[in-house]
């Protein structure tokens, strides 16, 4: 039987179909890197992978474990190349984002003085104007879900974002195929209601007419993550 987790990587992992040889880019948890590894295990074996720092990854090594296979050297100014010109596929994170897409991870109240200082812009920019951007967030919520950002630190399909696919949370699936570029569902998790993802969200939520549920791991799949996952870190990082 699957758990919430296996959902959330499931959904992650789905972001990257149809990409190709591009580098599939997990930040910010276990269930993004775990996305990316099982995705090219899968249904999208052209991906490249890295081992989170300058490896281009031959193989796909289980999460804390160091490749067999190196089959390229990814320092720093070359992964920059690729950001540039559009050769990967970045899954972010977000402290907000609003319904276009605009995400912050950099202060919470006013900027010049904030209430909380988190990381800074970091290559959300760069990331969200030149590559296709996903988002996971572990947590929805209307905290997270909010009408306006404090701080814009990655772009929406307002300001000129290049190709925002969509957002995954512990609850549901979106994407921005909602009127005027907005987001939009498209799935809720088994046990999730949409009503439950509408409370949970600061913003009207603009809702698909065939509003589905988000689809479980095949046996196949969860035989991957197992592997990839033996300790199963994934259900620490969303609670069954």
């Known amino acids: 039987m699957s758990s919430r987790a296996d959902v959330c990587v499931v959904a992650c992992a ?49 999460l804390g474990e160091a490749p067999g296979v190196v089959e390229g050297w990814l320092p720093f100014r070359e992964h920059l190349w690729l950001v540039l010109n559009g050769r990967r596929h970045v899954m972010l994170g977000a402290s907000q984002i609003d319904r276009y897409g605009n995400s912050n991870i950099s202060c919470i109240g006013d900027w010049s ?80 209601r949409v009503d439950d993802v509408v409370t949970a969200t600061g913003f009207d939520l603009d809702i698909s007419e065939d509003v589905t549920q988000t689809r479980e791991p095949t046996p196949e799949e969860l035989d991957v993550l197992d592997r990839l996952d033996p300790r199963r870190t994934r259900d620490r990082e969303v609670p069954a």
């Open 14 to 62: 789905e972001a990257f179909r149809g990409d190709g040889e591009i580098l599939a880019a997990g930040i910010g948890g276990a269930v993004t890197v775990l996305a990316a590894r099982l995705a090219r295990l899968t249904f999208e074996p052209e991906l490249l992978t890295h081992d989170g720092t300058c490896l281009l990854t031959g193989d796909v090594p289980a």
């Open 113 to 192: 003085r904030p209430k909380a200082q988190l990381l800074g812009v970091r290559g959300a920019p760069g990331n969200t104007r030149c590559d296709p951007t996903s988002y996971w967030i572990p947590r929805h919520s209307p905290r997270v879900f909010v009408p306006s950002v404090d701080m814009v630190s990655g772009v929406g399909t307002d300001r000129g974002a290049f190709d925002l696919r969509r957002v995954v949370t512990d609850l549901a699936v979106l994407d921005f195929r909602g009127h005027g570029g907005t987001m939009r569902l498209v799935s809720v998790h088994p046990g999730v």
